[in-house]
């Protein structure tokens, strides 16, 4: 008999071709976006694996649920910060995520948001749109430039690095904090300097939120952290919205303790807070990280390798700790 997985939101179904041939696999009905935590609460002990997206929350209760049939639960996403990693741990469920897909996509957009902050791309392309709302000339609209300013990364995992290299092919400098410091030869091979959290606030032109999600860093960013920060510096996050502390940013952004902004995740979810949306100096973003039509069929191939590879060995993005 098939294993049967469960997949709580509506995809494309090109990414998903060889797992559907080897598994019964169920989405949500054509016209529907996604299953509602209480309806995969009925359906999952009938299911093997939960395939969860990274805005599903994977609760304790959910899964003791799906026991004892539950073997797998397949995050769609680098992140797993929805899912409650040590019950499924100690209810002996596998955890994955799809690490490979997202680097490349979410640096693109981080650095595209570095760009449009910067260089006002979103502030005047509104403004040329409503008669008489633009200034022309030399000395109007005038932004910063990026070559030859200092990025400071925190967390250089792989989106990190991914964000390193681009920013050293725009003839920038690049300092990063991360728990543990990188192998010399990555180091060398973006020119990036070690620095403590500190310096890299104080330092940095621009400062951009690479870390994961967890409890140690929920409000890695607030006010104490923005106060260390150039006035002309320009924050970024493309991680996970609770990492920076919203309100304590908006503000700082009104009162121009920091010049910009550039944001692609939120910390009360979709409801961006009303005091950002009133400010012209923050571009905002719905989380397109991944939001391309190739990534949205590779992220498929690559959580429905992890599931066919559980069961079949070879490699599984595992994760083994929050
Ligand atoms: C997207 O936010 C991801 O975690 O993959």
Redesign the pocket.
């Known amino acids: 008999m098939k294993k049967r997985v469960l997949v709580t939101y509506q995809m494309f179904k090109e990414g998903y071709k060889l797992l559907m041939e080897k598994f019964e696999v169920t989405f949500p009905p054509e016209g529907r976006e996604t299953f509602t935590y209480d309806e995969v609460y009925e359906m999952l002990p009938q299911y093997d694996v939960l395939q969860s997206m990274?805005n599903f929350p994977v609760d304790r209760k959910l899964m003791e649920r799906g026991l004892p049939r539950l073997e797998l639960v397949s995050n769609y996403?680098?992140?797993f910060d929805n899912i409650d990693i040590p019950s499924a741990l100690e209810l002996g469920i596998t955890v994955t995520n799809?690490p490979g897909p997202?680097t490349e996509p979410t640096a693109e957009l981080a650095f595209g948001l570095m760009i449009a902050v910067a260089r006002r791309i979103a502030d005047v392309d509104h403004r040329l749109r409503v008669p008489g709302a633009l200034k022309w000339g030399l000395l109007e609209n005038l932004g910063y430039s990026m070559c030859g300013k200092t990025l400071g990364i925190i967390g250089m995992g792989r989106i990190g690095q991914a964000l390193a290299r681009r920013a050293k092919a725009n003839c920038m400098n690049v300092i990063y904090h991360n728990r543990n410091r990188v192998d010399p030869e990555i180091e060398q091979e973006y020119g990036a300097r070690y620095v403590s959290f500190e310096e890299l606030l104080k330092d940095a032109d621009f400062v951009s939120v690479n870390v994961p999600y967890s409890k140690a860093t929920y409000h890695m960013i607030s006010t104490g952290q923005i106060a260390l920060m150039k006035p002309t510096a320009i924050l970024i996050n493309t991680a996970r919205g609770p990492i920076v502390d919203e309100l304590a940013l908006a503000q700082a952004l009104k009162e121009h303790r920091i010049y910009g902004a550039g944001l692609d995740v939120f910390e009360f979810g979709d409801m961006v807070s009303q005091e950002l949306l009133e400010l012209d100096n923050v571009v905002l973003t719905p989380?397109l990280?991944?939001q391309t039509f190739d990534v949205r069929n590779e992220m498929a191939a690559f959580v429905s390798r992890n599931i066919i590879n559980f069961y079949e060995g070879g490699p599984v993005s595992r994760v083994t700790r929050q």
Do not use: E, I, L, Q
């Open positions: 990274f996403a680098v992140g799809t997202v989380h990280g991944t």
